[in-house]
């Protein structure tokens, strides 16, 4: 059974750090490219990261370009999203998911891209 566990989310302060891991289980996440997107409070779902299988090209919204850094461990089935330079605004629930296509600049911000997710972790980001 495919699943994927989110952790790492936690209560910090501005301007602080946090990593977030994402532990795939039942499939090969190596296969996969690994999403991860973050949903506030009223507002929807939003793609802010994705690294690609195969040559493990990157992709970031520009809120948190510079601030947050994706990376993967096939060997683990895991994959990471680096936060720093936290702000109040990243206040969010952040999910992984996994997309077995090809992604792009124009596609991986689109939950429906992804077949696989997990539950989600929350980072509080306090002033």
């Known amino acids: 059974q495919a699943q994927i566990v989110e952790s790492g989310g936690g209560v910090v302060q501005s301007g602080g750090s946090l990593r977030l891991s994402c532990t795939a289980s039942?499939?090969?996440?190596?296969?996969?490219?690994v999403g991860w997107f973050r949903q506030a409070p009223g507002k929807e779902r939003e793609g802010i990261s994705c690294?690609?299988?195969?040559?493990?090209?990157?992709y970031y919204v520009d809120s948190v370009k510079d601030r947050f850094t994706i990376s993967r461990d096939n060997e683990r089935n895991m994959a990471f999203l680096e936060l720093s330079n936290l702000k109040p605004e990243d206040t969010a629930d952040y999910y992984c998911?996994?997309?077995?296509?090809?992604?792009?600049?124009?596609?991986?911000?689109?939950?429906?891209?992804?077949?696989?997710w997990g539950q989600g972790t929350q980072v509080t980001v306090s002033s």
């Open positions: 998911a996994a997309d077995f296509g090809v992604p792009s600049s124009g596609s991986y911000e689109h939950p429906h891209e992804y077949d696989y």
């Open positions: 039942g499939f090969n996440l190596g296969y996969y490219a």
């Open positions: 690294i690609s299988n195969g040559n493990g090209r990157l």
